[in-house]
């Protein structure tokens, strides 16, 4: 868990406090929901958390996640959604090299 002060890890530019902090637990409990195969209750968690902070790249992306393992189409919509908001987001740039390695794609990967 980043410290209140500390920058975001969405790379807002802003501190933990003012940006993701107040939907810190919602995402973290919608990743446990996904993960444990129950989608609803995740993109519902994922509702509350974008009630909190709006529809950040952080969001968009978590969101993202949680379709991954029910729908690849959804998946990749939630990326490019992610990609429009923030194309220097951390996590949706870790999982388009992820994605680029899984294609043997290696120099798009870096």
């Known amino acids: 868990i980043p410290e209140t002060y500390s920058p ?7 501190k933990f406090k003012f940006c993701c902090q107040k939907a810190f637990n919602d995402i973290g409990l919608a990743m446990c929901e996904a993960q444990d195969g129950r989608l609803n209750e995740a993109l519902g968690y994922m509702k509350q958390a ?3 902070v709006g ?3 952080e969001i968009v992306c978590r969101t993202a996640v949680c379709w991954s393992y029910f729908d690849q189409n959804k998946f990749q919509f939630f990326l490019n959604e992610a990609i429009g908001l923030n194309p220097k987001h951390p996590r949706l740039n ?3 090299g992820i994605e680029s390695v899984a294609k043997k794609e290696y120099e798009k990967a870096l």
């Open 8 to 14: 975001c890890p969405c790379a807002s530019g802003k």
């Open 50 to 52: 974008e009630e909190k």
């Open 55 to 57: 529809s950040t790249a």
């Open 94 to 96: 870790y999982i388009l």
